[in-house]
């Protein structure tokens, strides 16, 4: 485990650098994308890149490595593998404890929640796109875990680099992790838009953008066999009223306080994932009165926080006239507490002196 996190160090660090500098290619293409309206209008954006470009820091060091055993070393039976793929966000850039990553908030969780032991090994590369799932879905598959999630977008959405091109390879990582059983839960693309140094009108093109991603996101990996949940809705608004808690120095990746939002909100599907059974329920089966078209479930969770969406059949079919069924959950949200039992802290110290 830990050398798997050391053939990936060097790279979280030059991609995290690599980041912010795309972050500054975005908002320039926000202004060509909106030349047409005029100089003036091109001017104003123009003068948001370079504030946002002096605003918004240079990452200086890698994220905490959080890898490790969480819950009761004895009892409980064998570990459950939980491995985290994506972007900066996955790995937890931006806090300065290995507990306050996303990873060991989420993996804290679910081991109380299940009740046993659960591994996690964090394979996130800051700076990723989609594209670079591909390399990350290699090494977890290598690994055999029993349930993975997924945090990408933000960059998909800063290289402007093409919605489908971006959706088409977060399926194919879903596909794969799904045909070796893995459960995947994906967060699906947070709002941009709430980032503090980018002023209108360049954020609400933004936000738009973040969301037409995170609808895309969400149709796509269902279809793939996974389940999402919509962090945009709830993350912008709350991150735009409190940005002094929510976000980290740097004002652009989330605080401890940001990252345990978004595990609470992330914990509670992952817990359900795993328990699910291998074939489908009926919606009637499972109580479920708010099912969807896919597209339509896809649409409404990108405006309700938190909605969790996955594949379900009605009447013994998988699909209706408009496509895949979907359902929709909001789920009640658990605060999440930071990894403290001595077993967990002993597993991270011998982690960290091996590497």
């Known amino acids: 485990m830990s050398r798997v996190n050391e053939s990936t160090a060097f790279s979280k660090e030059r991609a995290s650098t690599r980041e912010r500098l795309d972050w500054a290619r975005l908002l320039l293409y926000g202004g060509s994308a909106v030349a047409a309206a005029g100089v003036a209008a091109f001017g104003v954006l123009a003068g948001q890149v370079a504030i946002a470009h002096a605003t918004i820091p240079l990452a200086v060091a890698p994220p ?3 890898d490790g055993i969480y819950g009761p070393k004895t009892g409980g039976g064998h570990p459950l593998r939980l491995v985290l793929l994506g972007d900066s966000s ?9 507990r306050q990553t996303p990873g060991a908030l989420i993996a804290t969780g679910l081991s109380r929640r299940l009740d ?11 700076g990723s796109v989609s594209a670079r799932l ?3 879905v290699e090494e977890a598959l290598e690994l055999r875990p029993d349930v993975a999630v997924i945090l990408i977008g933000a960059n998909d959405v800063t290289h402007r680099s093409g919605q489908a091109e971006a959706v088409r390879h977060l399926a194919d990582a879903v596909r794969r992790l799904r045909a070796d059983g893995v459960r995947v839960v994906v967060g699906t693309c947070p709002d941009l838009g709430a980032v503090q140094p980018i002023r209108p009108p360049l954020r609400w ?11 895309a996101q969400t ?4 279809e793939a066999g996974g389940w999402t949940v919509s ?8 991150f735009a009223a409190q940005p002094a808690r929510m976000f980290g120095t740097d004002r652009y990746h989330p605080s401890a306080e940001g990252y345990a939002l978004a595990a609470s909100v992330l914990l509670p599907t992952v817990v359900a994932a795993v328990r699910a059974p291998s074939v489908k329920l009926e919606a009637a089966e499972m109580g479920v009165d708010q099912v969807r078209s896919l597209p339509q479930a896809a649409v409404e969770a990108v405006r309700h926080a938190g909605t ?11 699909r209706g006239p408009w496509g895949r069924w979907a359902q929709l959950r909001r789920r009640v949200w658990e605060a999440v507490r930071h990894p403290e039992s001595p077993s967990t802290v002993d597993t991270l110290e011998t982690s960290e002196q091996q590497a």
């Not at 962090?231 to 709350?238: E, I």
């Open 90 to 98: 996955a790995a937890g850039l931006g806090v300065t404890k290995a």
């Open 308 to 318: 969790e969406v996955s594949g379900v059949r009605v009447a013994g079919h998988e």
């Open 134 to 136: 591909v390399y990350q």
């Open 231 to 238: 962090l945009g809705s709830l993350l912008g608004p709350t």
């Open 219 to 222: 149709v796509a990996v269902v």
């Open 116 to 126: 046993q032991p659960v591994e996690l090994i964090n394979l996130a590369v800051s």
């Open 205 to 215: 093109l933004v936000r738009n953008w973040s969301r037409q991603l995170a609808a």
């Open 64 to 66: 905490p490595r959080a």
